[in-house]
């Protein structure tokens, strides 16, 4: 499940940008551009690029010197098995969402192509990323990641060259928008500030704790190639992630009309399938849907890989490998079910992705950033943080608080946890400390 860590800075890096950058970027995040500015792209382009610059300067090291294969592994060191199982039912819980997102992005294409209602898409996309999951472990998901990188960039570098050339070029385009629409900053106002800091926390800050990333930071060849395959997903994050939005935007001036489907979420493909001949719908399609399964198979994976690591095998220890990786095959399956089923209550990728995040901001966040860099946090304080963080934030969503609901949680997890720690300490990092230090003498360096 992490490729024998044996996987170069390239394609760690690669493969990091192609599972987040899939349904949201390409399909979610066009239309909001279109219709918001900028700003739209903060969540995404914005905050994934700087959660991996964070990622790469403070977290690699000393997760690749722990010789762990999940990120819940790391609770388990540091705090304990029960917090280890309590991180992981709820890494898994937000993966729902996060799948969801892909399948529903998936059926939405299938509705452009075969006019299939989008619940039939759906329950074809499960089957088709359930059968792409099981091709084989990290290693396939990873060399086809990179095949798909590849066709994705080129394929949407060729649609902005043509839509290039049918405006009167994307400078123009950009020099022709409202005043305002390139605005990075918010209005003036308490308010309005700490809402904008929520766009830019929202994955920035709440993704530091992703198994996706870790995973294939876990399974390359050295620390040092670890640190740099984040560097260049990081890279690829921003300077392609925008790419779509500004095909959107060209997409608009020339068929203003097409931002009505699917809340514009389903912009780019209903402009390529309408207006586009057959050579260039195959080019953008296959890009698009390589993204997506790209995405989606890390995204089932991931969970996976933790429901059998961390609750399966973590409790039954003469479990065979056999018997794990069919535990692992069967997670997918259910992975890919529930998340079929979120997509009944709530038709919005955008939606599904930040809901997919929330959670582990504001509960798993400090707990775990305290834990490696603040040597007295304690089992006793991440208990308070993980529970403090998530029961503030629900009551400010039931109270429709103004300012967002996952700033007072994850404000209120960092308050827990310290109170928690200086009130009930313990010496549990003495514990980790050694076992960093022997992970750090096993591991490869390069």
Not at 2 to 24: D, H, M
Not at 80 to 108: C, D, N, P
Not at 390 to 415: H, M, N, Q, Y
Request: charged letters at 10%.
């Amino acid at each position: 499940m992490i490729a024998g860590k044996n996987l170069p800075a390239f394609i760690v890096g690669v493969t990091i940008f192609s599972t987040w950058f899939g349904s949201e970027m390409i399909m979610g995040v066009p239309g909001y551009f279109v219709q918001e500015g900028a700003q739209a792209l903060i969540i995404d382009a914005g905050g994934g690029t700087l959660c991996l610059l964070i990622v790469a300067f403070f977290f690699v090291r000393p997760i690749y010197r722990l010789n762990i294969l999940t990120v819940n592994d790391f609770f388990k060191m540091r705090y304990g098995k029960r917090v280890e199982t309590i991180t992981s039912l709820i890494l898994i819980l937000s993966y729902f969402s996060w799948v969801a997102s892909q399948l529903l992005a998936l059926a939405y294409i299938f509705e452009s192509l075969y006019n299939w209602p989008v619940n039939m898409g759906v329950v074809v996309a499960a089957g088709i990323v359930v059968l792409y999951t099981y091709v084989g472990g990290m290693w396939a998901v990873s060399l086809t990641d990179l095949i798909q990188a590849v066709v994705m960039v080129l394929g949407l570098g060729y649609i902005l060259f043509v839509l290039n050339q049918q405006t009167e070029g994307l400078l123009k385009v950009i020099s022709d928008q409202k005043e305002g629409f390139f605005n990075l900053f918010p209005e003036s106002g308490f308010i309005n500030w700490t809402n904008h800091l929520y766009l830019w926390m929202i994955f920035g800050f709440g993704s530091i704790v992703s198994q996706e990333i870790y995973q294939r930071v876990l399974a390359a060849k050295s620390e040092k190639k670890a640190r740099n395959g984040v560097f260049i997903g990081a890279f690829f994050m921003f300077f392609v992630g925008i790419v779509p939005s500004l095909i959107g935007l060209l997409i608009y001036t020339i068929h203003p009309e097409l931002i009505e489907s699917n809340d514009g979420q389903n912009l780019l493909p209903a402009m390529v399938t309408e207006y586009f001949s057959i050579p260039v719908q195959i080019i953008f399609l296959g890009a698009l849907i390589s993204a997506i399964l790209s995405t989606s198979s890390g995204a089932v994976l991931a969970p996976a890989t933790v429901f059998a690591e961390n609750l399966i095998k973590s409790n039954r220890t003469n479990l065979t490998d056999q018997q794990l990786l069919l535990t692992t095959r069967i997670s997918v399956i259910l992975m890919a079910l529930i998340s079929g089923g979120y997509t009944y209550f709530n038709d919005s990728i955008h939606s599904l992705v930040v809901n997919s995040v929330t959670l582990i901001t504001v509960s798993m966040t400090f707990p775990f950033i305290l834990g490696i860099y603040w040597s007295k946090s304690s089992v006793s304080g991440a208990w308070f943080g993980i529970i403090g963080g998530a029961t503030v934030w629900f009551g400010a969503l039931l109270w429709g608080t103004a300012i967002e609901p996952t700033l007072w949680g994850v404000v209120a997890s960092l308050i827990c946890m310290v109170s928690g720690s200086l009130l009930l300490p313990d010496n549990s990092h003495l514990k980790f400390l050694k076992e960093t230090n022997n992970g750090h003498s096993r591991s490869h360096k390069g």
